[in-house]
């Protein structure tokens, strides 16, 4: 399995969003409990600034060989760990001359 090498810049965010199931009784209670073992993947919404040119083509070859379902492994940033993730959707910006802005998307996947 590949690596993605690159380190985000600022302005990267962690989403999370807990799988949860829930029951409503007629009454006003609501019983709820996690859905599976695995409820609480992370999303990274990565932000690449100041990449040059030749970088971003490197970049953006790794995401489109991944073709949006194959499992990459990447380390989160505060993080020692590398996870499995796969990115659905990314960008790329013209900023200046030489230079681009890459925006991403990467989702925690549970897969052995």
């Not at 949860?20 to 992370?42: A, C, H, T, W």
């Amino acid at each position: 399995m590949a690596d993605w090498v690159w380190t985000e810049s600022a302005g990267s965010a962690l989403e999370e969003e807990p799988r949860i199931k829930s029951v409503r009784l007629g009454d006003g209670y609501e019983q709820r409990s996690p859905d599976g073992i695995n409820f609480m993947l992370e999303v990274w919404n990565l932000v690449f600034d100041g990449v040059d040119d030749a970088e971003g083509d490197l970049m953006i070859a790794f995401l489109r060989t991944h073709k949006g379902h194959l499992p990459f492994s990447y380390v989160p940033m505060r993080s020692t760990t590398a996870k499995r993730y796969i990115c659905r959707a990314w960008s790329r910006t013209p900023t200046a001359p030489g230079e681009c802005s890459i925006r991403a998307r990467f989702e925690q996947i549970a897969e052995p």
